[in-house]
């Protein structure tokens, strides 16, 4: 009796696997769902993080990354970093940062 119990279980607790998986709810942005860029964009200028906009919108990081790329690419105001770009080059950093004057003694 127990052998033609054993697979029923199994395929019972299969079911029930699956079925917890499919209801739990994902980050991610569903297929077709649009996420809103201008949405992303404003939130990340106004100084949020991506990990705070991600959770904000209930979309995932990656998503907010590709709205700021988008961003970016398309010649719109990037969302400001706060590290600075490793590779830029000294006249591009005394481009941006000139420096101070000399105090007179």
Do not use: W
């Not at 209801?23 to 993080?49: E, F, Q």
């Not at 907010?64 to 105001?77: D, H, L, Q, S």
Request: overall charge positive; charged content about 15%.
């Amino acid at each position: 009796m127990t052998k033609k119990l054993a697979p029923i279980a199994a395929a019972m607790a299969l079911t029930a696997l699956f079925s917890l998986a499919l209801a739990v709810p994902s980050a991610h942005a569903v297929a077709g769902k649009k996420v809103d860029c201008d949405g992303v964009m404003a939130a990340l200028n106004s100084g949020k993080k991506p990990k705070d906009v991600a959770l904000e919108m209930s979309i995932s990081r990656g998503s907010v990354y590709r709205c700021r790329k988008k961003a970016t690419m398309a010649g719109g105001a990037p969302a400001a970093s706060p590290v600075a770009s490793p590779t830029a080059s000294p006249a591009a950093h005394a481009a941006v940062h000139p420096p101070a004057p000399k105090q007179p003694k």
